[in-house]
């Protein structure tokens, strides 16, 4: 954990301390550079496959930081795009050609997709031990048994930040708002578990809750993912309370080159003054997502060959 700085006011006034995802992304890509080598003087060369299926600029960008990532650590990876009129039966048939290459590990669906193509059926295709994402019904239907499975990247960065900065979700009230299949829901059933970094009372908010800061403020720890820019304030949280922020949102900014600048769901500026810690945006929950997707990719590989992962990688995440 670092410190909390002060600041100037009336009195002493504490701010958060911030989360570095980058910081930690950057120690965690160490060890799966290592087990990388592994790998491959097994003669193994991990790759991991994703498919693009528009000409959606955000969603390209992620998908280049991924392979950017793989690059980094030494993952083979490769990128298949689609026109956005693609249809499904097309994709699927694609899907079904990737599990089948047993050169291939793991397979990254980006979302979202054009609206012919069903979201569910897509995944569904994929197969549960190629599934990076975790999304596969056969891995979220693991993930709430508290069997051991690919957990959603999102979810699982999230945990590994609380956990490597002291603050353990056992026993506390976890306040998730956003119910999506990436992060809310996943996360929701990770952090019931009765397991090391867990073991938490979680309560899940959505758009159908009523008063949504009457349960923002009971928030230990408090996660926001729910896609609209600045709207938790501070006065819908908790002193001391550890607010993980996944939103990013663009806003207009007209003293930027580009005209616009990312924030979070959470108001940054004066939730820190308020929070115990607080992840800034960007640099906190996303750096996370990437490096949780390489180790997924590791984890799959292992799946479909001799290799077990080293005791020096599991450890990291397994207690």
């Known amino acids: 954990m670092g410190e909390r700085r002060q600041t100037?006011?009336?009195?002493?006034?504490?701010?958060?301390?911030?989360?570095?995802?980058?910081?930690?992304?950057?120690?965690?890509?160490?060890?799966?550079?290592?087990?990388?080598?592994?790998?491959?003087?097994d003669g193994i060369e991990p790759c991991l496959s994703t498919i693009l299926v528009?000409?959606?600029?955000?969603?390209?960008?992620?998908?280049?930081?991924?392979?950017?990532?793989?690059?980094?650590?030494?993952?083979?990876?490769?990128?298949?795009?689609f026109p956005e009129d693609t249809k499904q039966e097309?994709?699927?048939?694609?899907?079904?050609?990737?599990?089948?290459?047993?050169?291939?590990?793991?397979?990254?669906?980006?979302?979202?997709?054009?609206?012919?193509?069903?979201?569910?059926?897509?995944?569904?295709?994929?197969?549960?031990?190629?599934?990076?994402?975790?999304?596969?019904?056969?891995?979220?239907g693991k993930l709430i048994r508290g069997e051991s499975s690919i957990i959603p990247c999102t979810p699982f960065g999230i945990q590994q930040l609380?956990?490597?900065?002291?603050?353990?979700?056992?026993?506390?009230?976890?306040?998730?708002?956003?119910?999506?299949?990436?992060?809310?829901?996943?996360?929701?059933?990770?952090?019931?578990?009765?397991?090391y970094g867990a073991n938490a009372t979680v309560t899940l908010c959505h758009t159908g809750t009523k008063n949504l800061s009457y349960f923002t403020k009971q928030a230990d720890i408090l996660v926001v993912a729910i896609g609209s820019p600045k709207t938790i304030t501070a006065n819908m949280v908790k002193e001391e309370a550890i607010v993980i922020d996944v939103g990013i949102n663009k806003i207009p900014d007209p003293n930027t080159k580009s005209g616009y600048r990312l924030v979070g769901d959470v108001d940054f500026d004066t939730v820190k003054e308020k929070a115990g810690a607080i992840t800034p945006v960007p640099g906190g929950v996303g750096p996370l997502t990437v490096v949780m997707l390489l180790y997924n990719t590791l984890l799959t590989a292992s799946l479909q060959t001799d290799h077990e992962l080293s005791y020096d990688l599991k450890n990291l995440f397994e207690h």
Request: with cysteine; charged share 30%; net charge positive.
């Open 8 to 41: 100037f006011g009336q009195g002493v006034v504490m701010t958060a301390v911030i989360l570095d995802g980058r910081k930690l992304a950057e120690e965690i890509k160490g060890k799966i550079k290592k087990e990388v080598e592994l790998f491959k003087k």
């Open 162 to 195: 609380l956990i490597k900065n002291g603050y353990d979700p056992s026993g506390k009230h976890v306040v998730i708002c956003g119910r999506s299949n990436i992060v809310g829901k996943p996360l929701a059933a990770l952090l019931i578990q009765k397991k």
């Open 90 to 140: 097309e994709l699927i048939k694609f899907i079904g050609k990737l599990n089948e290459d047993k050169s291939v590990h793991g397979i990254l669906l980006q979302l979202p997709l054009p609206k012919q193509i069903d979201e569910n059926k897509a995944i569904s295709a994929i197969s549960p031990e190629k599934d990076v994402d975790g999304l596969h019904p056969v891995n979220m």
């Open 54 to 81: 528009s000409n959606d600029p955000a969603s390209k960008i992620y998908v280049n930081i991924k392979h950017k990532n793989c690059e980094e650590v030494g993952i083979k990876s490769k990128n298949f795009q």
